[in-house]
Every structure is written in structure tokens, then in C-alpha cells.
């Protein structure tokens, strides 16, 4: 009776050792700041936010990502003041090397759509306002790296791109518009 049980207790035994790990899902959300660049000359305007995402089995997921940027195109003077917010919806791509929990580190490619809001007032004297909301694209590649199995950094470089119906009237023809740059963030990841 001993005997049957020990080998009944050493099969359970080898039956979980055995049996595959669930895949498991791993959330994140990410406070940063960076900078926006519209070009080699730029040095850049101050940008923060949060990225918030959720990663099926550690490589496939997807995230949201809010910005705000105060002076979006350069500081605010008397006559000129504008703003940029941007929210976006990625897939993401990331190969988790030491593993899903704990520490490791997570090189990923990121891309989506989304919505930039601008907001431009020109001018004390002549009150001058002007709002627009543009879908938008970014693609974009960083890493995260986690310490513990909570607590990381996170940094990416992304390029935004404004979409435009270029044929208003005879179908839906998105072409590149004019507004685009680029955006390098840091921040803490919590997951």
C-alpha cells in the first residue's frame, strides 16, 4: 500500500513538472516624457504621456499610447501658441529575452492609428483660433527592461505621420499629409 502510493505520488509529481507552463498575458502601463522632432534642424518640444498595452503569451499584443505636447511646434510667444494631443491604437511586437516574468529585456516594433488634435491660437491682440483633428499613423521600434518582474524601463522612437482624404467628393483616398515627426520617449514601466 506504501509502495502504490509513492508511485502514485511520484506520477502527480512528474505529471505537473511535466505539463507546459499556461501561456500567460502581460499588462504594462508606462508614464513618459520625450521630445518632438519635425526636422534635423528642430531640437525638439517637450512631449508626455502614457502608454498603456497588453501582451498575449509576452510577443503579440497591443497598446494605447496618449500624448501631449504644450508647444508643439516651438515655445509659445505674444503672438503664437499651439499644442498637439495625440491617442493612438498599436499592434506590438516584442521577443521577451530572459522570459515574461522577472527580469529581461523586451526589444519590440510598434505601429497603428489614431487621432492627433492640434489646437493653434494666434496673436493677444487679435484673438485667432484654429482646432483640427487628423487621423494619424506612427510606427515605431524600442525596448523595455525590467528589473523585477514589476518594474522596468521603457524607451522608443516612433515617427507620426497625418492621413488626408486627398478626393473629398469621389471616394476615400487617404494620401500622407503634411504634418509628421518624430517622437523619442523614456519612461518607468509598470507591469
Known amino acids: 500500500m506504501q509502495r502504490a502510493a509513492n508511485v502514485c ?11 507546459p507552463a499556461p501561456a ?14 519635425s526636422d534635423i534642424t528642430d ?3 517637450t512631449a508626455f504621456g502614457v502608454t498603456t ?3 498575449g503569451a509576452g510577443v503579440f499584443g497591443f497598446e494605447a499610447d496618449v500624448g501631449y505636447s504644450p508647444d508643439f511646434s516651438g515655445p509659445s510667444s505674444l503672438f503664437r501658441s499651439d499644442t ?3 491617442v493612438m491604437g498599436n499592434f506590438i511586437l516584442g521577443i521577451p529575452i530572459g522570459g515574461t516574468h522577472g527580469a529581461g529585456v523586451r526589444p519590440f516594433v510598434t505601429g497603428g492609428l489614431g487621432v492627433v488634435r492640434t ?6 491682440l487679435v484673438e485667432v483660433s484654429r482646432t483640427a483633428n487628423t487621423l494619424n499613423y506612427n510606427l515605431g521600434v ?4 525590467f528589473f ?4 522596468g524601463l521603457r524607451g522608443d522612437i516612433r515617427y507620426f505621420r497625418t492621413l488626408e482624404d486627398t478626393n473629398r467628393f469621389s471616394g476615400f483616398d487617404l494620401e500622407p499629409a503634411r504634418l509628421r515627426y518624430w517622437r523619442v520617449t523614456s519612461g518607468v514601466t509598470f507591469r
Open 24 to 37: 500567460r498575458a502581460d499588462g504594462y502601463v508606462t508614464p513618459w516624457i520625450g521630445l518632438s522632432v
Open 119 to 124: 489646437h493653434t491660437e494666434l496673436g493677444d
Open 53 to 55: 498595452g497588453y501582451m
Open 9 to 19: 505520488l511520484l506520477v502527480v509529481i512528474a505529471a505537473v513538472i511535466a505539463v
Open 84 to 86: 498637439a494631443i495625440t
Open 142 to 145: 524600442g525596448m523595455m527592461g
Open 148 to 151: 523585477s518582474h514589476h518594474f
Open 43 to 45: 531640437n525638439g518640444h
